[in-house]
């Protein structure tokens, strides 16, 4: 997929951009943001300043993720606050829709078209002429790597096509912003690596990358900025590094144990000398460890699944939990509150 | 502020045209205003078109235009293959020929296979994007809102029309099946051939109202079922409605322009036609109105596949 690294129609636009930005500010603004769904809350009070880079959004399912996205590129309006994406209100939708390009979480396509159809047609909705369109279009699809797929029906294409195709029209039109919703989803470890690589690249140019995940790990390498959400709300923001230091260096790791008797298990876990915390998970049904050796804990955790009867479900890094993240990024104590 | 957005947009994808093959700047915002609108319509009209005439959901649109052609072409056959109206076998004139087109037009064309043939095209432009969970997508391109209207109502009307003034034609000439050796002569002198051109006015103005109302519903987001059958309801008891109604049906303006009145009976005194200009514009005004509506609702359009 070097098509996706290679120079392409969003290289000369940071220069452009570098000429802009006195006329127009370079970030995307959320104040005091909310968004709800008749009576249920999507998001709430979201004050939030985005810069060019890879930002992630990062939190658990039905946290909020896709309705901010949904927010900035305009298919939703907020119910209070406003929302600027680079100086233009969000109710402009033809001056969104050019600045922005959204692979949304929807995965459906209209019917009996092919990938190049797709990409072509709805470059030509947005008023692109017939020759340029069709010139956009395969530029598009060749940097996703999709030129062979690109004659077929899209509804014969695997769940990685068909994001691949969906990244082709986001992308088609050279906007500045790209907003994509939970990109990694139904990709190998390869298309991973190379969907990470276009980000990167993308995001050195100049761009504004945003990704989401509920899993920090999958997006903490990439990204420039975190954005925790949970429940509607933005927990934190800020550099992942600072974050990453602060989780390396201050705090160990965290593991959570789902198991059915958590309260022998820690009786056992504590006999491990590098186990510094071990406390029964809140809801009962599992055991929340850190420790400062994970290697020698999972080997320890393995004789103990071994030698007794305890029934082990799962083993789970505690720092997926939004909570646990939460305090890191906000240099709390890392007790289980 | 608009104007310097439009501007900055077009610097931001100023560099693009490298990548597309050295084509000058974007393309979306090299030329603004009716041009770039203008190609906009023709995008979406460019999709709708596959969507009401070759998808499978045209098939609905497909059936309602087919029917009245076999209805008049079975009839004609079985006039044809028992011999005649009467013992002696005599065939209908054209004259008689245009009363029994008038009962099948205003009833069945017009009344049932236009409506909902409308119904179905144009609250698919919104709602069959939101079952197909597609609408995203048009919201997501960079148009204006009200030219995405603009664009999709133009589009449902092109269709619409091709389908259904294949239907009125394919009746019209089934007419002149019963004098074949007039059928020259009839075809190319009045009444026929004003009449088949009034007629496929009407058609055009059905469409137009019609679909005007329906895009309205889809707009809104309602469940459409329920306004589809009170309208149809309304607009069949139309004649009886107080005047004000009347005005706001738009069976009443199309009744008022077809050329060969039905003969009502004892009904007919209620049944007070307008003059054809009065009736044209009446129409066009309603639909414009309506397509305004559309258009200023649309800005507040959201994605609501429900929830995910
Ligand atoms: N159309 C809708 N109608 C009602 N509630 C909705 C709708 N869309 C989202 N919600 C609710 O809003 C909240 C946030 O949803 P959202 O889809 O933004 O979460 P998310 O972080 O993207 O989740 P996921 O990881 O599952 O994609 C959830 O409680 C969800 O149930
Ligand atoms: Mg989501």
Known sequence: MSALNGRNGYDSETEASGTMATEAPDTIVFSNVSKFYGEILGVNRVNLVIRPGITSLVGPNGSGKTTLMNLVSGLLRPSRGTITVLGVPVDDAEGLGRRVGYCTQVDSFPPGMTGYDFVYGFLRVGGCPAAEAATRAWAAIERVDLVDAAKRKVAGYSKGMRQRIKLALAISHGPRILVLDEPMNGLDPMARAEMAALFQALAAEGHFVIISSHILHEVDTLSDAVVVINHGYVLAEGGISNVRDAMDAEHPLGILIRCDKPGQLARHVFGHEHVIEARVHDDGLGLLVRTRDSDGFFRALGEIALTTDLVIDSVTPADDDVEAVYRYLIGGSGETT | MNGAAIATGADTAAGDGRAAGG???????????????????????????????????????????????????????AILLFGGLDEAGRLPTIIEEEQVYAQVYQTLIMRLCLYFGCAAIFLGLIRGEVNDRALHYYLLAPLKREVLIAGKFVGGLVGAFTLFSLSTLLTRLLMLAFAPADAARAMFSAPWLTHTLMYLGITFLACLGYGAVFLAVGVARVNPIIPTLILFGLESVNIFLPAVLKQLSVVYYLTSLCPVPLDLGPIAIVATPVAAPVAILGLIALAGALLAWSMRRSRRLEVDYGEE
Request: glycine share 20%.
């Open chain 2, 23 to 77: 084509i000058g700047p974007d393309g979306f915002a090299s030329t603004g205003g009716a041009a770039l609108w203008g190609r906009q319509v023709g995008g979406i009209v460019r999709l709708e078109l596959g969507k009401v005439l070759f998808s499978r959901r045209a098939l609905i649109g497909w059936g309602l235009a087919a029917a009245p052609v076999l209805l008049l072409g079975t009839r004609m056959l």
